[in-house]
């Protein structure tokens, strides 16, 4: 999904000296941030409308991810709003996932603005806040002016990601495209044109089509060398497109769509490829749900709702996830109760809002997620 970080509210608690410049924190490896074991859970926060310290009040802890979006090149608001996030996360404790997305097409991701946004990570790490950087997501879909031009955002993820690991080291960098569900997404602003050279790079066997048959994933992966992490949206948005209605969950959906072993309501879906399998295994990257939650538009039915949310929070966190699943190390809830333009209506993605979904879902948060321990992450100095 894509959001707008506007009207943050600034924190005051954070890493200062007696005068107005703030100490400086040792920047921690980029892959330190990566447990060991168990999962980080995080939160994607609608910050307009919560600050982190409230939302960590509701939950009864503190999120190990917080996650942000901007727009690319940053302009003087958005580094401002940036900038109070930061606030905000450095008092949590715990890492920002910074979402930055080039609106107006990945030619505006020059050299300049890539070591500028190398430049303000590197900022934000010696203030004591690791950060992963996830660059132009769901580049798969056709919903983004990013989208489904693999050549080129392979070519200006890779800009960013040198720009990152040469003058950020406490900055990594995510690559996260959509869940296969609906691929190749035709009918988008941005699908490939058949005979384009980007529609010859998607249509992976070569049968002049573009079709699930065909890697939904591999024709943007940037390299090895160039991904920390990697990362899928992975949302239950109801049964069957259309959307639009409150429909409880497939038994076993989370895992299939992850796995590419979906089979259901929305269709056979197994020539989809094993994101876990060929992304967190073959290549050996820590793996994430930067992006999750269960479709609800409030009807009255304040029961049924409740349990669509829960039966998709209980395949998210089931007890065996993270024995399943080893390299999977992040898994961050869509805290937002938004208009979605793919209905057309408000949708209520939220889990702690009210009082009887935030007490059912930390009633089952298992023991295996990681939580910050709500420390500032470079506290004043004594002397």
């Not at 940036?82 to 910074?98: D, K, M």
């Not at 992963?132 to 798969?140: G, S, V, Y």
């Not at 089979?263 to 876990?276: L, T």
């Amino acid at each position: 999904m894509s959001i707008v970080l506007t009207a943050v509210a600034v924190l005051t608690t954070g890493c200062t000296t007696k005068g107005t410049a703030r100490a400086e924190c040792v920047v921690r490896p980029a892959a330190d941030v990566v447990p060991k074991a168990g999962v980080l859970f995080g939160v994607n926060l609608d910050w307009g409308h919560e600050t982190l310290s409230d939302y960590a009040v509701n939950l009864g802890r503190h999120p190990a991810v917080t996650v942000a979006f901007a727009e690319v090149p940053l302009n003087v608001d958005a580094r401002a709003n940036l900038a109070a996030a930061v606030n905000q996360v450095r008092a949590n404790g715990g890492s920002l996932l910074l979402t930055l997305e080039p609106a107006a097409g990945l030619a505006v991701v020059t050299d300049e603005v890539a070591a500028d946004v190398a430049d303000l990570t590197n900022s934000i790490n010696r203030e004591g806040v690791p950060v992963i950087l996830r660059f132009a997501h769901e580049m798969n879909g056709s919903w983004y002016a990013w989208g489904q031009q693999p050549a080129e955002y392979i070519s200006t993820f890779r800009r960013v990601a040198h720009a990152i690991h040469e003058r950020a080291p406490g900055t990594g960098m995510m690559w996260a495209p959509n869940n296969a569900d609906g691929y190749p997404f035709t009918g988008g602003a941005s699908s490939a044109a058949p005979g384009s050279p980007d529609f010859k790079l998607l249509d992976t066997n070569g049968d002049g089509t573009i079709t699930l048959a065909d890697h939904p994933y591999a024709p943007y992966y940037p390299g090895d060398d160039a991904v920390d992490w990697v990362g899928m949206s992975l949302y239950h948005w109801g049964s069957a497109y259309p959307w639009g209605e409150n429909e409880m969950p497939e038994e076993g959906k989370f895992v299939a769509q992850l796995t590419g072993t979906y089979i259901g309501a929305q269709g056979d879906e197994r020539a989809a490829p094993d994101f876990y399998q060929v992304y967190g295994v073959d290549h050996a990257k820590p793996v994430a749900i930067p992006e999750t939650g269960a479709f609800v538009i409030h009807r009255g039915d304040d029961a049924g709702e409740l349990a669509i949310k829960q039966a998709w929070w209980r395949q998210v966190f089931s007890a065996d996830i993270a024995v399943r699943f080893p390299n999977l190390k992040m898994i961050n809830w869509f805290e937002w109760d938004k208009l979605e333009a793919e209905v057309h209506q408000r949708v209520d993605w939220t889990v702690v809002n009210d009082a009887p979904t935030r007490h059912a879902f930390t009633a089952d948060l298992p023991a295996w997620l990681d939580f910050s321990d709500g420390e500032v992450a470079c506290p004043v100095p004594t002397n």
